[in-house]
């Protein structure tokens, strides 16, 4: 318990709510609950998660939406616009999904600065886009480059 000394015979009474909600004296030291690896690990994890999820509004609502409504993340936009019907010999289409890419890690995982994106490959058949993530982590007072690999699955693929 926060006690602090009252008036001139140094009776002790609780200190009020506010000063320790607001403690502006108090410091904590900085810490990390997850190793080096186990923090690129859930970054990983968070990106497989959020470019495996499709967003709940269509490709032209997204493309409709003002550039100040893409600076904060809200529900309707986790994930990517479907992508099951581009042409996966298209390059233009690659070019607008690593657009997508690059916004919805920008909107939902800080962690990951994400500076290079290339599709490594697009298969028609199973509707698979294997990806190379490529950008910057801030751990522990230090920035390091860091790459990904990541496989998106279509929701209509035929398990």
Not at 19 to 37: G, I, K, P, Q
Not at 44 to 68: G, K, Q, W
Not at 131 to 141: H, I, Q, R, S, T
């Amino acid at each position: 318990m926060a006690l602090i000394k009252t008036g001139h015979n140094n009776k002790v009474a609780y200190r009020p709510l506010f000063d320790r909600f607001n403690a502006h004296s108090a410091r904590v030291e900085d810490c990390f609950l997850l190793s080096r690896d186990d923090y690129l690990l859930s970054i990983n994890a968070a990106l497989s998660n959020l470019l495996n999820t499709r967003c709940h509004i269509s490709e032209d609502d997204y493309n409709s939406l003002r550039p100040e409504d893409l600076t904060y993340g809200i529900p309707v936009l986790y994930g990517l616009p479907d992508f099951s019907y581009y042409d996966p010999m298209n390059h233009l289409s690659w070019q607008k999904l690593q657009r997508y890419i690059k916004n919805a890690i920008h909107l939902f995982e800080p962690r990951f600065d994400v500076s290079h994106i290339e599709v490594d490959h697009f298969n028609i058949n199973t509707q698979v886009l294997t990806c190379k993530l490529e950008g910057w982590v801030n751990y522990a007072e230090k920035r390091e480059l860091i790459s990904y690999s990541v496989g998106m699955d279509t929701p209509n693929r035929s398990s």
